[in-house]
C-alpha cells in the first residue's frame, strides 16, 4: 500500500483514514502481511497540484512520525521516505533555470543522492540559490506564468486550474 503524506487539504482525520483501512484489511485477511510505505507531497508540472505549496519539513515530519506511531499501536510498521529528500524533489520539480548552477554541481560532484544533499547544503549555505522555500512551499497562483508552460502538453492549462480549483473545494 502506498500513500502521500502532506496533500494540499489533507488533515490528520485523513491520516487516521490509512491506519482503519489497514487495521480492517489485517482483521478480515489474517496473515496477510502490510507494509504502507508513505512519501510526503511532492509538486508536479502539468498536474492540477502544480500550483499547490507544500508544508514545511518540521511539520511533514511530524506527520510521518505520527503515521508510524499509529500503525504501530495496531501491528504494522509503516515506511516513510525522507521528508528532506522529498522537499530537493520539490525544488527540483518546481525550479526554472536559476538553478542550472546548482544542477551542474550536482553533476560534477557525481549526480547521486549525496551529491544533491551536498551541493543543496553549500548552496544554500552559500547563498548561491534563492530561497528555496520561495520555490517548495508558497502556492503559485493559477494565473502566473510557469516555467513550463512553454510544454506542450496534452491537457492546457485552463484544464488544470478548474480541476485545481474543484479539488480544493472538496475540503
Known amino acids: 500500500m502506498y500513500g502521500i503524506i502532506g496533500l494540499p487539504t489533507e488533515t490528520y482525520e485523513d491520516l487516521d483514514e490509512f491506519v482503519n483501512l489497514c487495521k480492517e484489511i489485517k482483521q478480515k485477511y489474517k496473515g496477510f ?3 504502507p510505505s508513505f512519501s510526503t507531497f511532492v509538486q508536479k508540472a502539468h498536474t492540477p497540484f502544480q500550483f499547490a505549496g507544500r508544508e514545511d519539513i518540521k511539520t511533514l515530519e511530524k506527520k510521518n ?3 508510524k506511531k ?3 499501536k495496531i501491528g504494522i510498521k509503516a515506511r516513510t521516505s525522507s521528508v528532506k529528500w522529498d ?4 525544488l527540483l520539480s518546481r525550479g ?3 538553478l542550472t548552477p546548482y544542477l551542474i554541481e550536482v553533476f560534477n560532484q557525481g549526480g547521486n543522492i549525496g551529491a ?3 551541493v543543496y547544503k553549500d ?3 552559500n547563498n548561491k540559490l534563492k530561497p528555496s522555500d520561495e520555490i517548495v512551499l508558497k502556492e503559485i497562483s493559477i494565473e502566473d506564468e510557469l516555467p513550463w508552460d512553454f510544454i506542450l ?3 492546457n492549462k485552463e484544464v488544470l486550474k478548474s480541476e485545481y480549483k474543484r479539488l480544493l473545494a472538496l475540503q
Open 123 to 125: 548552496f544554500e549555505k
Open 153 to 155: 502538453y496534452p491537457k
Open 87 to 90: 522537499y530537493i524533489q520539490s
Open 33 to 35: 502481511i502490510i507494509t
Open 65 to 67: 512520525e505520527y503515521i
Open 96 to 98: 526554472d533555470r536559476t
Open 70 to 72: 499509529e500503525f504501530a
Open 116 to 118: 544533491f544533499k551536498s
